[in-house]
Nanobody, 121 residues
Framework: VQLQASGGGLVHAGGSLKLSCAAS????????MAWFRQAPGKEREFVAL????????LYAGSVKGRFTISRDSPKNTVYLQMNSLKPDDTAVYYC???????????????WGQGTQVTVSS
């Protein structure tokens, strides 16, 4: 499985962006798809996850109510809609695939290359 993340960019505070993560190869129904982010000098942190076969979702407290994770199964793509962006959301955003319902990066064995999101104040 290869993951290709895209959609990052520069946006003013309060703006929106939609990230995409296109997966090549088959994604099993038990797979968990997640978004993480990493700001300079900080550890990679969990943002959101969803089960590939269900509508179950989980969000980090810092993004809940502002970000929405979704998937398009026929397109093998996971999205992250980001609204009301803040300068603190500035980071490289990574999509990842795993099996465990987990917020820990170590539980994910496939990663996309990352896409930069910069929010100006």
């Amino acid at each position: 499985v290869q993951l290709q993340a895209s959609g990052g960019g520069l946006v003013h505070a309060g703006g929106s962006l939609k990230l995409s993560c296109a997966a090549s190869g088959r994604i099993f129904s038990s797979a968990v798809m997640a978004w993480f982010r990493q700001a300079p000098g900080k550890e990679r942190e969990f943002v959101a996850l969803t089960r590939w076969s269900r509508d179950s979702t989980l969000y980090a407290g810092s993004v809940k109510g502002r970000f929405t994770i979704s998937r398009d199964s026929p397109k093998n793509t996971v999205y992250l809609q980001m609204n009301s962006l803040k300068p603190d959301d500035t980071a490289v955003y990574y999509c990842a695939r795993g099996i465990q319902w987990s917020q820990q990066p170590s539980e994910y064995n496939f990663w996309g290359q990352g896409t930069q999101v910069t929010v100006s104040s």
